[in-house]
């Protein structure tokens, strides 16, 4: 039986890595930032990294099975990086799926933030304050039918 103790080291690792998810989707929110991106993919490596320790995190990522995920999540970084983050988000959510597939049921994950970011957007749409703001944000020739 393997123990998991947790130490100072992995407590600061699973911060930064809660940190790379915050930023990242913080990124997202704000119209695909890249500087926020870029910081959210920073703080998740090194959260790992920092989380199951640097040899694991090498071989996981250099293991050959992850391959294509560690180069699809690296081009995706690089993507970002030099202002194209719409197009290197969703080619590091690809290597995400990829390296992270085995531990989870990735369709369900996808399905259910799917509903819930519909569910958001549908309330926001749909609320009366919606329409004042765009006619008060010079969306004048919006339709609010």
């Not at 250099?62 to 080619?91: A, C, D, E, Q, Y």
């Amino acid at each position: 039986m393997v123990s998991f103790e947790m130490n100072d080291r992995k407590k600061i690792g699973l911060g930064l890595t809660g940190f790379g998810v915050f930023f990242s989707l913080l990124g997202i929110i704000f119209l695909f930032d890249k500087g926020l991106i870029a910081m959210g993919n920073i703080l998740f490596l090194s959260g790992v990294t920092l989380t199951i320790g640097l040899k694991s995190s090498m071989q996981f990522f250099m293991k050959r099975s992850n391959f294509k995920g560690t180069v699809s999540f690296g081009l995706g970084f690089i993507l970002v990086i030099i202002g194209w983050p719409i197009i290197g988000m969703i080619v590091e959510a690809y290597g995400f799926v990829v390296l992270f597939r085995k531990y989870t049921n990735v369709s369900e994950i996808v399905r259910s933030l799917l509903e819930k970011i519909y569910d958001f957007a549908k309330s926001i749409l749909l609320n009366p304050g919606y329409g004042i703001w765009v006619l008060l944000s010079g969306g004048a020739h919006c339709s609010l039918t």
